[in-house]
């Protein structure tokens, strides 16, 4: 992945497009096909370091990759609807990311938490569905499964109820009912709403998950920075000397103009994981991307984000008159391309639309030839998205 003005690195796969997507997401993810052991301390900084567009903090995450063998990573995620790209793609360069650097990744499938902020009209039932698609969807874009483990939070909660709850009520305790709610971000929510009881309880808890996982690293987007940092002012609270290390991803923007992420409750703002070829190319063409202009530009973050860290390149084909095929190995050069108006939106659209389509051709080929995931997908497009 690019990050920091590195460009990402093509690999041998990916320029001869011999391999198929999930050996170049293997391959890409990591600086090389090194175990973690054969790795210096540096390089697992360096590949874990890229995960994130923001770390709290920098000294802690090298201390830990340094002290500890087998940091536990940890995202949670509430099953809400079908996948877009930025859930499906980015999490599995980063998954892959993370567990070539060492560590161990549990995913926290916050089926109770989807219940508390009414995602599926707050039925378990389908709930559970989505959670067990999802999982599907990861297995199909090739994230290395190797070092991960999916925790249903209802099983895990109900087993360990004991140790759970003395901490959510402890964490509620410690902290008003004003800095509870400026933490109604991570449910997609304002302070300004109306939030019901349930969703006053939910930070708490998902405080207490990071404890209760014993997670090293919190590994979210952006929009969870609120309550990972409530995590930490605990520790001060409790005068714990290890606070969890928050690194947060980047949240890639809606396809339409002024979508700061994607929506599942909005089509036209996400490309999803299984959907068909003429659905992303038609998603594409009608996106918002103005001749030169970089800001806002969806287009170009899912060149960066996306398809460079995934290919190590984006190709172009164009016509002569245009100034012919291009290849770009390095974001900077798209853009300077791009703002300097020899790179037009007419080119850019075709290709970007083709290179995320043989991203998500294994995905497409998955949900079509296995039964039973075929048969989730069935369901879960069913199901209406709640906000």
């Known amino acids: 992945e690019r990050v920091g003005g ?62 500890k063998k087998d940091p536990v990573c940890y995202d949670g995620f509430e099953p809400s609807g ?21 560590c161990i990744f549990k995913f926290w499938i916050a089926d109770w938490f989807a219940l508390l902020n009414n995602k599926m009209g707050g039925d378990l039932k389908k709930i559970r569905v989505v959670g067990e698609y999802m999982i599907e969807v990861w297995k199909a874009v090739g994230m290395d499964m190797s070092r991960v483990q999916f925790l249903w939070s209802s099983d895990e909660i109900n087993g360990r109820a004991s140790e759970y709850w003395p901490l959510v009520m402890d964490i509620a305790r410690q902290n008003t009912l004003k800095r509870v709610t400026r933490c109604s971000q991570i449910m997609g929510r304002s302070e300004a709403d109306d939030l019901s009881a349930a969703q006053i309880f939910y930070p708490c808890m998902q405080c207490a998950d990071i404890f209760f996982l014993k997670a090293d690293i919190c590994q979210l987007g952006m929009d969870q920075r609120k309550v990972n940092v409530l995590a930490r002012e605990y520790c001060d609270s409790i005068k714990r000397k290890n606070k969890p290390i928050i690194l947060s991803h980047h949240m890639l923007m809606g396809l339409l103009e002024g979508q700061e992420k994607m929506s599942k409750s909005d089509p036209n703002s996400a490309i999803f994981m299984e959907d068909a070829e003429h659905d ?35 190709f172009i084909v164009r016509k002569p ?44 080929d998955h949900f079509a030839n296995d039964k039973a995931a075929k048969a989730l997908l069935k369901k879960v497009k069913t199901f209406k998205t709640t906000r």
Not at 334 to 348: F, I, N, S, T
């Open 6 to 67: 590195k460009a990402a690195r093509a690999t041998p796969a990916a320029a001869a497009g011999a391999a198929s997507a999930a050996d170049a997401l293997a391959q890409l993810s990591v600086a090389d096909s090194s175990p973690a052991e054969a790795l210096s301390l540096d390089e697992k900084y360096e590949l874990c370091r890229s995960v994130g567009e923001e770390c709290i903090s920098e000294a802690e995450l090298r201390n830990l990759l340094d002290k």
């Open 82 to 102: 079908r996948m877009h790209i930025a859930q499906g793609v980015m999490k599995a360069l980063n998954v892959n990311k993370l567990t070539r650097s060492g």
């Open 280 to 314: 992303v190319n038609s998603k594409i063409k009608k996106s918002f991307c103005p001749p030169g202009v970089v800001q806002g530009n969806p287009c170009l973050e899912y060149i960066k984000f996306v398809v460079l860290p995934w290919f190590g390149e984006f």
């Open 321 to 364: 008159d245009n100034g012919g095929d291009v290849t770009y190995t390095d974001y900077e050069a798209v853009e300077k391309d791009y703002v300097d108006g020899k790179l037009h939106p007419g080119d850019l659209k075709p290709a970007l639309s083709k290179a995320i389509n043989k991203i998500l051709q294994p995905v497409r």
